[in-house]
């Protein structure tokens, strides 16, 4: 094995100082810290194997689920590596079905792009907020509604376009939860809403459904407790609850409809749950 001082130095005897050498001693560098990181959490996975106990169970999901990600972290557009949970849960599947509320610019962040550009699924897609509809169009092949999916069919609703976008909610709800200071100014305006059922049923969804994620910032206990989890089999659902009473709420109600919680210390400020 060659040291990584000697290759950079040969590289610099070899070619001088040219332009060309400089920027390759560059790539070099830059080649270098890709192999830092994979080093770094291939030790961080040694770590994790070492506290375990070998004769007890109950851990393995967690430790296989931690090297799955830690193999693939580069690929992921979502917050909490949510696209590589989904994958991991279902074995890497391709050509699945997504649905996604809260969709932003269509990349940044996403929850669903990995899925609908490298794994073939197709899908529909949410966002209320003016500010990502163009981008999002231009993003994106999947079914896309600008509706704001809530509790009723045809309401029109006042909405908080704020200035960190990504923060945008119901007006109603602006004040609900933990990002309360970002949304002290925005753009108000109003928005349709749809209920899911509708929304699913205007995108001519399957009935089973790989994945749904929800990240409304706010409302999206409000949107699950009326649904009718029996018309549609949705293996995976990802929902925030951004540590806000509704947690459990969300969670009590996931359980009633045949839910399962996994992964509760990675998801955080969301939550993961498996059918089943």
Aim: charged residues 30%; hydrophobic residues 35%; contains cysteine.
């Amino acid at each position: 094995m060659g040291g990584w001082a000697a290759a950079a130095s040969q590289m610099s005897t070899a070619g001088g100082l040219s332009g060309d050498t400089i920027v390759e001693t560059q790539f070099l560098k830059v080649f270098k810290s890709i192999l830092d990181v994979r080093e770094s959490l291939d030790a961080s996975i040694r770590d994790i194997k070492g506290v375990l106990n070998p004769g007890r169970d109950g851990h393995g999901d967690q430790v296989d689920f931690l090297i799955y990600a830690a193999r693939r972290a580069a690929l992921s557009n979502a917050q909490l590596l949510q696209d590589l949970w989904v994958l991991y849960e279902l074995g890497q599947k391709r050509n699945g079905y997504f649905v996604e509320l809260g969709a932003c610019d269509g990349s940044t962040l996403s929850n669903t792009l990995l899925l609908e550009e490298v794994f073939g699924w197709q899908g529909a897609v949410a966002e209320p907020a003016r500010i990502w509809h163009d981008k999002l169009r231009a993003k994106r092949t999947c079914f896309i509604t600008d509706r704001c999916v809530y509790t009723e069919d045809g309401a029109k609703l006042p909405f908080n376009e704020t200035p960190e976008a990504e923060f945008s909610t119901l007006d109603a709800l602006s004040y609900a939860d933990l990002h309360a200071g970002r949304r002290r100014s925005g753009v108000r305006y109003d928005v349709e809403t749809v209920t899911l059922r509708s929304f699913l049923r205007s995108a001519d969804a399957p009935r089973q459904i790989d994945y749904v994620s929800i990240d409304t910032e706010g409302s999206e206990y409000d949107i699950l407790k009326d649904f009718d989890f029996s018309e549609y089999d949705i293996r995976l659902l990802t929902v925030e609850h951004n540590y806000t009473d509704r947690r459990n709420d969300i969670c009590d109600l996931m359980q009633r409809n045949g839910y399962r919680r996994k992964f509760e210390a990675f998801s955080m400020f969301d939550g993961w749950y498996v059918k089943g």
